[in-house]
């Protein structure tokens, strides 16, 4: 197998002021993925990309990145990254920034242009490249700035809220475009709060609260243990339906029938008990725990670890 | 390379945007013209290309004190009053901001996480500021430059000498605003800290050169005894000079290097006496120019150099280290 693109062992910043933004993270990261970090506010999602590109220093560090060691200059290179509530210089056209940023990362205004055009093009931005920046709307400006991050073709991406801000049609586009980069073999780190975001297109999600992670795994795995299948009916139940009903493990709440458990085969005694007693099924639906889901209950759960 | 070129640009298109960038070359513009407007002739000179004119013994044409003159206007009134006084404030004021502008949560981000190094970008960034002076001195020099060989027919690429030491006074002060703003992301500190600094330099350059006429040259009373008295206060405050930015003398060594009539090194004495006419009682004169090149170049440049590289160096060195 590959090695991960991001291994870290032990990352650990201590703010000035003794705020301990990350307590000592691991993580790893496989290449080709989608890999959405979660967290609260103030949660440490910021502190640790920061790390990773340098921006900050960590107080204790120990890992890799693209091979090497984290705060390897040269490895930046390869690496593009969209900050949180990124701002621009605002006398610069958004063509330019664009380029600014291919020139930061060594490629000349030609080496760069039809990457350039290219990715104005895919982030919807084409007619207004000529246009300062200044003059942008919000999502505009994040379009722009997720041009710039894919200007030196990174393989490793981070997206820090990269939905902030951006309208629906927007968010589909920058889904979009972040399946388009995983074909294309880069690996997207993406921060976010914003949960539908994610389910849509990470392949793993790791959940930071307080400095900690406290859950990581697939997507798939993640949400798959919490399994069940919802029954609308299309007239309420009689009381002593209701009880039976009971019986067979089934719960039953505001006409809706609730089963516990993914599998499709306990599901059928109760099915032929309701089509018995001649209940109208409208409809039959598998829920699997959203992320949503996931993510209040473990960020309460760490909550309520905490010794106060 | 590619990203200094990319960082320079930057700063280019980031003067471009500035009102005051426009306005400040517009002045110069007009400051050069004036001056290229000062004519000589038979009789004496004319103004605003020959609008005005008046008889005049010594400045007409031909005459070797109207290259004094004219030479003199250049260094002794444009240069201190409109290049290292208006211009610098005005380069110090619309320069000020892009070091906190540079170092924003947001954007600082874009610059740093790029395979360049932190050293790098605050260099690049320094000099890229330091443009600001260099497009304005630069664009007047020559102005004055192409002017001198239309008054007086012949090249004098001496005058050029300015741009240079125009270039370090304003690094001086500049450095002083990228300490500060570095330190505190405030435009407004950086600004009054500079200004701090250079009346400070100013009011020291006048303490310490009144206590070297008075103590050392001849024409203040030639009182011996009361002359020894002050050398040790000289010292004091040379001793305390020597740390600031020497901003007044800098411009002035350009006398020492700027060549009148074929020779090199302007003389404020002929040039007083010049203006002064008459008038002049050259006895009253002598050691200006002993007393205008009393320290050395070396001295001079030399100290203000250090007193930047160490304001740099400690700018530097916390931009480097610190958490964004
Ligand atoms: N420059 C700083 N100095 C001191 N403390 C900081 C600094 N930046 C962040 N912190 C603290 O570190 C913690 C983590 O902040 P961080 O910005 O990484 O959170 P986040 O997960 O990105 O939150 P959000 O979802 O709001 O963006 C917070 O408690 C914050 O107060
Ligand atoms: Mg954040």
Redesign the interface.
Known sequence: MEPPVLDLKHVRKV??GKVEALQGIALQVPPGSVFGLLGPNGAGKSTLV?IL?????ATECEGEMLGQPIGH?????K?G?L???????D??TGR?VV???A??????VRQASSRVEALLELVGMRDWAQRKVRTYSKGMKQRVGIA?ALVNDPKLLFLDEPTDGVDPEGRREIREIVKRMREEGCTVFINTHLLSELEQVADRVAILAKGALVREGDLEELTKSKEEYEIVLASPLSDELVYKLETLSAVVANGHILFKGGDPKQLQPVIDFLRHHEVVIQSIQRNRLSLEELFLEVVEQSRNEEPT | MIAIITLLLDSYRLLKARALFWITLGISGLVGLLYLSIGFNEGGMSLFFGLVSFEHELFRKGSEWAELLYIGIFTKFIVPLWITWIAIILGLISTASIFPDFMSEGSIELSLSKPVSRLKIFLTKYLGSLLFMLIQVGLFTVLVFFALKLRMGTWNPSVLWMVPLSLLVFSYLYAVVVLVTVITKSTLAGILFALLIWFGSFIMNAVEGNLYAAAYTQSQGGDAEMQENLKPWYRASVALYTVLPKTKQTIEFGDRLITVGGQKGFSTEDFTAALLGAEADREDLEGIDDAVRRNSGFYVIGTSLIFEGVLLSLAGWLFCRRDF
Not at chain 1, 53 to 57: A, P, Q
């Open positions: 703010y000035k920061k590109t340098t921006i900050i220093r200059k040269p490895s930046l290179q690496v990254y900050p949180e509530h990124a701002r621009f210089p006398y610069l330019q380029e600014y940023s020139g930061m990362a060594g490629f000349t710039q």
